[in-house]
């Protein structure tokens, strides 16, 4: 009960303050419709800023949170107490560790998927925050914990979540970010949920998906004059 006070406290604060006055989130998509038909999936993003996390929280409705689990980087959400705390009664993270236990990280998702019929699953299959704002491969994790759960994926893209707090940066400035739902993808290998991804992502933002040059050089690239 005090856990679920919290999180409905926190949402407050994200849906009402913080992504309304300070950060305008827009949502394109339906996530109501998606739970009729998907009670149980995988959730993947890419993954450039701090933002990623709440703004996906903020974007679902608070009826969908008690189902909601953000997989977390131990090493970094769990790394103090009220680090912990925070991860645990506000985002719902489940800590994984990256370095030394990664098998009992890989078991711990498999059972929460194969053992509740009604979870959301979050994850950021790049690993960690992308420094240029490019979406890099995905690793086979989400792959792994969609096949062996027969688990869909749903795909989510964020747009502009670097340009508002890029790694590195002290805190976000103020602007919009917008969370498009795309669409659900059936359990798959990872190279073909790295192209689908890739292939519907490009169609939102393309420069995110070029190769080598930092999102926030992009608009400084000069074209390549025309020889015809």
């Not at 704002?133 to 690793?139: A, E, I, M, S, Y």
């Not at 359990?187 to 998906?209: H, M, Y």
């Amino acid at each position: 009960m005090a856990s679920t006070l919290i999180r409905f406290c926190w949402y407050l604060f994200l849906k009402f303050g913080f992504f309304k006055f300070y950060i305008r989130l827009k949502v394109k998509g339906n996530f109501a419709e998606i739970h009729k038909n998907y009670p149980k999936l995988i959730i993947i993003s890419n993954h450039a800023s701090h933002l990623d996390a709440i703004s996906i929280s903020t974007a679902i409705p608070f009826k969908y949170w008690l189902n909601l689990y953000f997989a977390a980087a131990k090493d970094y959400f769990f790394s103090g107490f009220w680090m912990t705390f925070f991860s645990k009664h506000c985002i719902g993270a489940i800590p994984l560790d990256r370095q030394e236990k990664k098998r009992e990280a890989i078991h711990l998702v498999v059972n929460l998927l194969s053992s509740l019929s009604k979870i959301w699953m979050v994850l950021f299959p790049e690993g960690t925050r992308s420094s240029t704002g490019l979406v890099r491969d995905f690793k086979r994790g989400v792959s792994l914990f969609s096949l062996r759960t027969n688990t869909p994926i749903l795909f989510l893209y964020l747009e502009n979540n670097y340009g508002l707090w890029p790694k590195g940066a002290p805190f976000a400035k103020p602007g919009v970010l917008t969370v498009h739902v795309g669409p659900v993808h059936p359990p798959a290998g990872i190279d073909e949920i790295n192209k689908a991804f890739r292939q519907w992502g490009s169609l939102i933002d393309p420069k995110a998906f070029a190769e080598g040059v930092p999102m926030n050089l992009w608009d400084n690239q000069v074209p390549t004059p025309s020889t015809e």
